[in-house]
């Protein structure tokens, strides 16, 4: 779906990347923060960013980043089981974020 679309009905957008270690992702970020910027200025609602990218380190999330406070990126560890469970909770602008085993919890409901 598309923001530009939706606009005023939207509350999160998530973003999956995929990059390589090495790669520039530079330019990138210099085009989202100028949608970020235009977005929020649209919108009644601040509208969440999150940004989710793989890692080898642990889980981690950073918030205010770039200096935009609507803007989140998570760490997420590669190579695990199960995979990261992440809830959006847009009511209270919340994210959950669940390493654990909670796959087998569900599969044994």
């Not at 270690?21 to 990138?28: A, D, I, R």
């Not at 949608?35 to 940004?51: A, C, H, K, N, P």
């Amino acid at each position: 779906t598309s923001v530009d679309q939706y606009g005023a009905r939207v509350d999160v957008v998530v973003i999956f990347a995929n990059t390589g270690q090495t790669y520039n992702n530079e330019p990138f970020f210099d085009g989202l923060l100028k949608v970020i910027d235009e977005w929020t200025g649209r919108s009644s609602t601040m509208i969440q960013f999150l940004y989710i990218k793989q890692s080898s380190d642990d889980f981690r999330l950073n918030g205010n980043v770039l200096e935009r406070r609507n803007l989140f990126i998570a760490n997420v560890k590669n190579g695990v089981w199960p995979p990261m469970k992440i809830e959006i909770d847009t009511d209270v602008q919340k994210f959950s974020f669940d390493e654990s085993d909670w796959y087998y919890d569900v599969q044994q409901e």
